[in-house]
Nanobody, 127 residues
Framework: QVQLVESGGGLVQAGASLRLSCAAS????????VGWFRQAPGKEREFVAG????????NYADSVKGRFTISRVNARNTVFLQINSLEPEDTAVYYC????????????????????WGQGTRVTVSS
């Protein structure tokens, strides 16, 4: 089992930046890919960014490219999501998720592909 805990959300003004963290515990020695998703009020959960175990491969939703950066520090069992130039449309609960990935180079964009989920951290952007 892997436990994920997100942190770093909050209430900010448009144009600000935030760095979200996803800390893993439990069976963290296994190779895993991690993704960030978000769910805005009244909307379905959507993929935001993903990163391979190695950290060398990342992918992003088109809507966040250029503003969001995903990274990881495996020695700290932590994945980060840097969000710049926040917009009111970024208001959502942000979740991280992980899945065992034998290759170490996979990334995944579908929520059903992930095994473990955190409880989420709320980001609210005021205009």
């Amino acid at each position: 089992q892997v436990q994920l805990v997100e942190s770093g959300g909050g209430l900010v003004q448009a144009g600000a930046s935030l760095r979200l963290s996803c800390a893993a515990s439990g069976r963290t020695a296994s190779s895993n890919a991690v993704g960030w998703f978000r769910q805005a009020p009244g909307k379905e959960r959507e993929f935001v960014a993903g990163i391979s175990w190695s950290g060398r491969i990342t992918n992003y939703a088109d809507s966040v490219k250029g503003r969001f950066t995903i990274s990881r520090v495996n020695a700290r069992n932590t994945v980060f999501l840097q969000i710049n130039s926040l917009e009111p449309e970024d208001t959502a609960v942000y979740y991280c998720a992980s899945v065992w990935d034998r290759s170490g180079s996979g990334t995944y964009t579908q929520s059903l592909q992930y095994q473990y989920w955190g409880q989420g951290t709320r980001v609210t952007v005021s205009s």
